[in-house]
């Protein structure tokens, strides 16, 4: 068993991978991340204007690493804002395809090569309104980690497979089962999972910090199921589903949450503030 490495926030983390780990910085393993989803909100002169306000308030990458994911449009104009602040800014969506006829999709080459290197899929308004399954999704995960890009990869609450491992009985989500099959354990130390309980997302409803737990205990299990003990200790699993300023202190003092994922409480500066500075 390698070295076990202790985050900022004092929970165990998990045995620490090599110095070019992707996700690692400053000797920490698997840093909290709290990352607001603005969905299709803000304009170029909106989203400029709301970096500007925070980035100079964010704590050090080392400590807790600051995301945004805001429309394609919106990007590099962050991006320019942010420069030499911790903030770090995702794409909410990507293509399979580098490139072709492909008429309103983004390609994740495309991302890589502006300096966006992180990207949402899977998202649960995505599965509803585009229609998107797990086979789809499956072949953007793997297309984004081929173009360096680092994926968030959302699952919501379909619970409820059970697979017989050594004469015993393992409840594991079988969206995650498909979402990352065919991965190297490599790649799943890339990825970042997101829980999202369809029923808590913008309703207002947090889950409470035990249900959150336990769906992303679930995740981690099953991601052990796949890949081992080890590789499921290094990736970083995150909750989301109207979390605010009054539930992420909880949410993360859990053994299994290493983040959050924010929506409409991201939309306010004032408040995601309060968020990332709990």
């Known amino acids: 068993m390698g070295p076990v490495c202790v985050i900022n926030n004092g929970k165990a983390g998990a045995r620490c991978p090599g110095a070019d780990h992707p996700l690692n910085r400053g000797n920490f393993m698997r840093i909290p991340i709290i990352a607001g989803n603005w969905k299709m909100n803000k304009t170029v002169d909106e989203a400029v204007a709301f970096v500007k306000e925070i980035k100079d308030q964010l704590p050090p990458a080392a400590q807790l690493q600051t995301a945004l994911a805001a429309p394609t449009l919106c990007l590099m104009p962050m991006m320019h804002a942010a420069a030499g602040s911790p903030l770090k800014l995702m794409a909410e969506n990507c293509f399979y395809k580098n490139a072709g006829a492909y008429t309103g999709e983004t390609s994740p080459f495309a991302l890589y090569q502006a300096g966006i290197h992180h990207v949402i899929l899977g998202h649960s308004e995505r599965r509803k309104y585009f229609h998107e399954d797990d086979e789809l999704i499956n072949k953007k995960v793997k297309a984004a980690l081929d173009n360096g890009l680092c994926p968030i990869v959302c699952c919501d609450d379909t619970m409820g497979r059970r697979i017989a491992k050594d004469d015993k009985v393992h409840w594991v989500v079988g969206r995650i089962l498909a979402d990352l099959k065919g991965l190297s354990p490599n790649d799943i130390r890339k990825v970042t999972v997101a829980y999202e309980p369809s029923w ?79």
């Open 200 to 278: 808590a997302i913008g309703s207002g409803q947090s889950a409470d910090p035990d249900q959150a737990e336990e769906g992303c205990y679930l995740i981690r299990q099953t991601i052990s199921d796949m890949y081992g003990d080890a590789v499921a200790d290094d990736v970083r699993i995150l909750y989301g589903g109207s979390v605010t300023p009054e539930n992420t202190s909880a949410l993360m003092a859990t053994a299994d949450i290493d983040g959050v994922l924010v929506g409409a409480d991201s939309l306010d500066a004032k408040t995601f503030l309060e968020i990332v500075n709990h």
